[in-house]
């Protein structure tokens, strides 16, 4: 499968487009846009590589990560997968919103389909497998192509960094665990696509990154 990488929104949240290029079916992880300029900017994306959304999926739920679900949503007619322990996040988005002063007030975002980790998500001939690493949030998830070497984290593992812990829901401790245990266990070639910033790999976070050494 292929991965193209769109950046939306005040926090430069990574929106993830991963596709079957035989079929051209695709999966959206983390619609990230915060305005109709970005969703124009996104539809058109989809639009030129003549992709056919699936699959909407959330890595967490987070106000950066979800702005652009209900434009995804509706314009696709696709419903939410996300797992179970980040609902809580989905019903205080308005409150997300506000904690971060951004002019928005998003409505209440409700899970259609809980995923969970283990989970296979087919797109086309390609598959994600659901990877759960809490920590960022209690239903942090990432998602694993075996096949083609790589891995989407969300705000689990950046290039050189982990996720921040001190939101609700949050725990250090398990974050590391996770990410040790469940990313760091993947192939070294690995490429991570993370929630922000730019890719790396699994190899190249197991030597430097000071968070998990």
């Given at each position: 499968m292929q991965v193209i990488t769109l950046q939306f929104n005040n926090f430069a949240v990574n929106t993830y487009i991963v596709y079957d290029p035989h079929t051209h079916i695709c999966a959206i992880i983390d619609p990230g846009m915060?305005?109709?300029r970005e969703e124009q900017a996104f539809a058109k994306v989809i639009q030129d590589n003549n992709l056919k959304p699936e699959h909407l999926i959330n890595t967490h739920m987070h106000i950066d990560h979800v702005m652009g679900n209900a434009f995804t949503?509706?314009?696709y007619d696709l419903r939410?997968?996300?797992h179970k322990d980040d609902e809580i996040l989905g019903s205080r988005v308005k409150a997300q919103a506000q904690m971060f002063g951004l002019p928005i007030s998003p409505k209440e975002i409700s899970i259609d389909t809980y995923i969970d980790a283990g989970d296979i998500i087919k797109i086309g001939e390609g598959e994600l497998k659901v990877l759960h690493v809490p920590g960022h949030s209690p239903g942090s998830i990432a998602l694993y192509d075996a096949i083609d070497g790589f891995v989407i984290t969300g705000d689990a593992?950046?290039?050189g960094s982990i996720g921040r812990t001190d939101l609700p829901g949050g725990s250090g401790p398990q974050l590391?665990?996770?990410?040790?245990?469940n990313l760091l266990t993947l192939p070294p070639a690995t490429v991570?696509?993370?929630g922000h910033g730019p890719a790396t790999t699994i190899a190249a976070?197991?030597?430097d990154?000071?968070?998990i050494m």
């Open positions: 915060m305005n109709s949503s509706g314009k939410l997968k996300a593992l950046f290039a590391i665990k996770a990410i040790r245990t991570v696509y993370p976070e197991m030597s990154n000071p968070f």
